[in-house]
């Protein structure tokens, strides 16, 4: 076998080391803001803190794997990221427009990435249409119902988008399940400790599952990485 040519180890690993640190940078930082918000009281630190899980995951998309794919999450994830805050300093109009922002960019991504077989077209189908309408059911809110629309399409293209179902397709149902019980806040889990618990880590596990599946099958497909991210 011929070796590799001079340097090409040196640049695997710095190809590999940086990626999976900074991916477990990312996901330790939504963890632990889990944890501080229970502890610490509001204030920027903890806004800075709830932004940097997804900003983290966002500069990881974009360093892992150059590809148009991967460039346009990042750009999702930016905007999600500027949703956790402004969330946080703007409160829920503001920040549920720039979540709108991102589910619609990523609707157009995953629009634009379909599987060639269009298999799941019924399970996406019903996705588009049943997540706006548990939403409302939920909240009772029309607001809630145009969100819910652009939170269904992302989900649904994420179910037919060519990436791996097992990551990207449940971590869009994840991200859906972590804002309908925003929604049930809203109305019939008002006052109940259940969504406090479950919508942070819901939503950061499945920015993360997104985040991974992308970047697993664009370095797979276009770089022929097949490495351990």
């Given at each position: 076998l011929a070796p590799p040519p001079p340097g090409a180890h040196s640049r695997g690993m710095s190809q590999r080391m940086p990626m999976p640190a900074l991916f477990l940078t990312a996901l330790a930082a939504g963890a632990s803001f889990w944890a501080a918000s229970h502890i610490l009281p509001a204030g920027p630190l903890l806004v800075a803190w709830k932004g940097s899980a997804v900003a983290l995951l966002a500069v990881w998309v974009a360093r892992a794997a150059h590809t148009r794919a991967a460039r346009g999450l990042a750009v999702v994830l930016g905007f999600a990221a500027l949703g956790d805050v402004l969330l946080e300093t703007s409160g829920m109009t503001i920040g549920g427009a720039a979540f709108l922002v991102a589910h619609l960019l990523a609707t157009g991504l995953y629009w634009t990435n379909l599987r060639a077989d269009r298999a799941g077209t019924g399970v996406a189908i019903v996705l588009l249409l049943g997540i706006p309408c548990v939403g409302y059911a939920l909240s009772g809110q029309p607001g809630v119902l145009v969100y819910g629309l652009a939170l269904g399409g992302m989900v649904a293209t994420a179910w037919i988008s060519r990436f791996p179902r097992g990551w990207v397709g449940a971590g869009a149902m994840l991200f859906a399940?972590?804002?309908?019980?925003?929604?049930?806040?809203?109305?019939?889990?008002?006052?109940?400790?259940?969504?406090?618990?479950?919508?942070?880590?819901?939503?950061?596990?499945g920015q993360a599952m997104i985040a991974y599946g992308v970047v697993r099958t664009e370095r797979a497909r276009n770089e022929g990485v097949h490495d351990r991210l």
């Open positions: 399940a972590s804002d309908l019980l925003i929604f049930a806040r809203l109305g019939p889990l008002a006052g109940s400790i259940v969504p406090t618990l479950l919508v942070w880590p819901l939503y950061v596990a």
